[in-house]
């Protein structure tokens, strides 16, 4: 059962575009329903966190609203950090999943329980992954990524009847 979701931000989180204002402040576009289905995985139990190369204030911001507390910005070796995370909530890798989209994702990826892309990852990528998104990045993948990961764990109807009473 996996019980960790860790992801990459851009390009899984985000459709991988970077807006750079006048000022050098960095933005992105996410995805509300992706958030939404987030928010879900967090009510039915499983802890999420993010790993990304990157920082930026837009981020943070974006996570501290989906109540994300595990991030780490300026990951150019995720595996270390993926595995303290792990080790942090006394889980195991068949526990975890990884969802990437990128080269540097890989060591991750190969390691994870559970691993998925979004359907425009990088195309080295998709061979080392379980599960490939039918949706891009920023548009829906990590949306079908998590409730695909809901269904594995027998958890989906049981998230989904909130809506339906």
């Known amino acids: 059962m996996i019980k960790l ?3 990459d931000i851009d390009g899984v989180m985000t459709d991988g575009r970077i807006i750079i204002s006048e000022s050098g402040e960095l933005t992105a576009f996410f995805d509300v329903r992706d958030g939404h289905m987030i928010k879900m995985a967090q009510k039915a139990g499983l802890i999420i966190g993010v790993i990304t ?6 981020n943070l911001y974006r996570m501290s609203e989906l109540g994300i507390t595990e ?3 300026r990951c150019h070796k995720k595996l270390p950090v993926a595995e303290e995370i792990i080790k942090k ?3 195991s890798w068949e526990q975890t999943a990884y969802i990437g989209d990128d080269l540097i994702d890989i060591p991750v990826l190969r390691k994870a329980g559970f ?8 195309e080295e990528v998709k061979q080392y992954v379980d599960f490939v998104s039918n ?3 920023g548009r829906g993948a990590l949306r079908e990524i998590i409730i695909t990961i809901l269904k594995k764990n027998a958890q989906w109807q ?4 909130d809506y339906l009473e």
Do not use: E, T
């Open 89 to 91: 909530y006394g889980l």
């Open 71 to 73: 991030i780490y910005q």
């Open 5 to 7: 979701i860790l992801s």
């Open 158 to 161: 049981i998230a989904l009847n």
């Open 115 to 122: 691993s998925a892309a979004p359907a425009d990852a990088a």
């Open 135 to 137: 949706y891009k990045g």
């Open 53 to 58: 190369g990157r920082a930026s204030r837009a």
